[in-house]
T-cell receptor, first 113, second 111 residues
Framework: GQNIDQPTEMTATEGAIVQINCTYQTSGFNGLFWYQQHAGEAPTFLSYNVLDGLEEKGRFSSFLSRSKGYSYLLLKELQMKDSASYLCAVRESAAQAGTALIFGKGTTLSVSS | DAMVIQNPRYQVTQFGKPVTLSCSQTLNHNVMYWYQQKSSQAPKLLFHYYDKDFNNEADTPDNFQSRRPNTSFCFLDIRSPGLGDAAMYLC??????????FGPGTRLTVL
């Protein structure tokens, strides 16, 4: 079966660093994605990991450990506009039928001043 | 700008009245997806097209159908909407295994 777990909610203050964890158990693995979704809007792509290690992109970094079924999204120098839901998603297969992403329920991050 | 367009952005229908949601893209992506997202829940994949090949998820109700007449357009048909089908419907596209790019979504209300 498929299971993707993230904390439901997190809070942090402006300027701080926050780490959002994601664990997954899926029948296959062909990449892990992080998306940001503001309330009432569509998800927007943040990062992609398919090999172990850290991918850095500006204030956002994402880490993957395939052997542990674990990823995290690290947000630095938090801003109020970072208040959103952060979705972890896994692609299970490189085959056509498995190209679609399976999403976790998302972590709602609230940034306060 | 290359993009994914969904029409309408807001759709109201009556219980049991068929409704069609549309998605178009100018990205020339070969894969198109339909996701359903209910309030405070994860997007749930309904089905996707890889080129012309239709891939239905095992737990997608028969009430949901899709058509892709050409590369640019994809439609979601809900044959007999129930109250439980009220949700945001998200269309997304990708080039093979690249990250899916989402459209703005259509919020469906069922009265």
């Amino acid at each position: 079966g498929q299971n993707i777990d993230q904390p439901t909610e997190m809070t942090a203050t402006e300027g701080a660093i926050v780490q959002i964890n994601c664990t997954y158990q899926t029948s296959g693995f062909n990449g892990l994605f992080w998306y940001q979704q503001h309330a009432g809007e569509a998800p927007t792509f943040l990062s992609y990991n398919v090999l172990d290690g850290l991918e850095e992109k500006g204030r956002f970094s994402s880490f993957l450990s395939r052997s542990k079924g674990y990823s995290y999204l690290l947000l630095k120098e938090l801003q109020m506009k970072d208040s959103a839901s952060y979705l972890c998603a896994v692609r299970e297969s490189a085959a056509q039928a498995g190209t679609a992403l399976i999403f976790g329920k998302g972590t709602t991050l609230s940034v306060s001043s | 700008d290359a993009m994914v367009i969904q029409n309408p952005r807001y759709q109201v229908t009556q219980f049991g009245k068929p409704v069609t949601l549309s998605c178009s893209q100018t990205l020339n992506h070969n894969v198109m997806y339909w996701y359903q997202q209910k309030s405070s829940q994860a997007p749930k994949l309904l089905f996707h097209y890889y080129d012309k090949d239709f891939n239905n998820e095992a737990d997608t109700p028969d009430n949901f159908q899709s058509r892709r007449p050409n590369t640019s357009f994809c439609f979601l048909d809900i044959r007999s909407p129930g109250l439980g089908d009220a949700a945001m419907y998200l269309c997304a596209t990708s080039r093979d295994y690249s990250f899916p790019f989402f459209g703005p979504g259509t919020r469906l209300t069922v009265l």
